[in-house]
């Protein structure tokens, strides 16, 4: 059973940065594309970037371009994404899921989400 | 706002079909076939009923189904449970600079 577990969340000041991790177990986390995705409170979902299994293909959304930096480390089954420059509105769950559509958007694994709030 | 409209609330008694809509463009819905539903209870993170316009993941319930006209998609729960309780948000594929979109959630209350 495939299980994606998210940490690196907490309470940052306005233009700080966070490093989210994403530990995958229980398949072939080379194999999947894995993607980001952040929840604002009382929001909806908000796709932010995918890269593929190699690592080779990277899609931001426009809103965060510049801003975030996703990666992933197949040797130790992790994925993360770099966020710099924190505003009040990154303010959010982020959830990492995996794609097993490869870049077609079917995001059937899904972490429990880590909270960053952004805030002085 | 967001790149796909979903009605904001639907609501329906046990046992009666619903139907949330989800519209887009021909850049997204209407151009391609990656059109996904997810299904999301208070405190929990999504979860998966739909992918590919049309296709149940496996463990799905069949009450959950999925279609497509023009730019628009929809997913249709029929014989409504309480625990049919959620927010539902659509996601496609989108031919620019920003390839996923979701829509902005319809929260589905049984009565």
């Known amino acids: 059973q495939a299980q994606l577990v998210e940490s690196g969340g907490g309470l940052v000041k306005p233009g700080g940065s966070l490093r989210l991790s994403c530990a995958a177990s229980?398949?072939?986390?080379?194999?999947?594309?894995m993607t980001w995705i952040r929840q604002a409170p009382g929001k909806g979902l908000e796709w932010l970037s995918y890269?593929?299994?190699?690592?080779?293909?990277?899609y931001y959304t426009d809103s965060i371009k510049g801003r975030f930096t996703i990666s992933r480390d197949n040797a130790k089954n992790s994925l993360y994404l770099q966020i710099n420059s924190l505003r009040a509105e990154d303010t959010a769950v982020y959830y990492c899921a995996r794609d097993s559509g490869s870049g077609s958007f079917r995001f059937d694994y899904w972490g429990q989400g880590t909270l960053v709030t952004v805030s002085s | 706002q967001s790149a796909l409209t979903q009605p904001a609330s639907v609501s329906g008694s046990p046992g009666q079909s619903i139907t949330i809509s989800c519209t887009g463009t021909s850049n997204d819905i209407g151009g391609h076939n990656y059109v996904s539903w997810y299904q999301q209870h208070p405190g929990k993170a999504p979860k998966l009923i739909i992918f590919e316009v049309t296709n149940r993941p496996s463990g799905v319930s069949s009450r959950f189904s999925g279609s497509k006209s023009a730019n628009t998609a929809s997913l249709t729960i029929s014989g409504l449970q309480a625990e049919d309780e959620a927010d539902y948000y659509c996601?496609?594929?989108?031919?620019?600079?920003?390839?996923?979109?979701f829509g902005g959630g319809t929260k589905l209350t049984v009565l």
């Open positions: 996601c496609s594929y989108r031919s620019d600079n920003s390839p996923c979109a």
């Open positions: 229980g398949f072939i986390f080379s194999d999947y594309y």
């Open positions: 890269i593929s299994g190699s690592g080779r293909i990277i």
